[in-house]
T-cell receptor, first 116, second 114 residues
């Protein structure tokens, strides 16, 4: 079945450092790809998305490019801030085989801590 | 505009009891999905409902059930609670097969089973 693999955390960076969180996927067809962020004690917020190969999703300084040839969707940010500390989840859309359902398949999450 | 709302925020139950969680989608969204997030893991798909019909079900036992109402709100029911049901239960709403399958999540209900 479809699956997502994220780099293991936790990741600890100093403010203004460069961030990369690796994400690779296994899927049939061409899923949409997402990054969600979860701040402590909260639900998930959609950070960015890409719907087809070579699309680049971007938001709040974060970027990720849909790479079909390497089945990857790595998250990057050039200069992290303390406020970026959160858990980041990579996900793909899975249209399923029953009755047209659409679900998200998530990676295990990567916890990011940014120190001042 | 209001986002996805869920109630209650927190819940403590004992083994064997039953629990009902509630969700109201974003206005205009007709699909609601439920996910279970165990501590330290990514969310796992439980159900999706669209226009009051079940459209998909994840790998969860029959103790889990759900329904969707005419106003598109939804309830998730879990019977005969086990300790392993302790988790954050997330509700997500969407247009269903539009807007590139984006789903928008509520803040979740934290269920603790003792």
């Amino acid at each position: 079945g479809n699956s997502v693999t994220q780099m293991e955390g936790p990741v600890t960076l100093s403010e203004e450092a460069f961030l990369t969180i690796n994400c690779t996927y296994t899927a049939t067809g061409y899923p949409s790809l997402f990054w969600y962020v979860q701040y402590p004690g909260e639900g998930l917020q959609l950070l960015l998305k890409a719907t087809k190969a070579d699309d680049k999703g971007s938001n709040k300084g974060f970027e990720a490019t849909y790479r079909k040839e390497t089945t990857s969707f790595h998250l990057e940010k050039g200069s992290v801030q303390v406020s970026d500390s959160a858990v980041y989840f990579c996900a793909l859309s899975d249209l399923g085989t029953q009755g047209g359902s659409e679900k998200l398949v998530f990676g295990k999450g990567t916890k990011l801590t940014v120190n001042p | 505009d209001a986002g996805v709302t869920q109630s209650p925020t927190h819940l403590i139950k004992t083994r064997g009891q039953q629990v009902t969680l509630r969700c109201s989608p974003i206005s205009g969204h007709k699909s609601v999905s439920w996910y279970q997030q165990v501590l330290g893991q990514g969310p796992q798909f439980i159900f999706q409902y669209y226009e009051k019909e079940e459209r998909g079900r994840g790998n969860f036992p029959d103790r889990f059930s759900a329904r969707q109402f005419p106003n598109y709100s939804s309830e998730l029911n879990v019977n005969a609670l086990l300790l392993g049901d302790s988790a954050l239960y997330l509700c997500a709403s969407s247009f269903f097969r539009q807007t590139n399958y984006e789903q928008y999540f509520g803040p979740g209900t934290r269920l603790t089973v003792t």
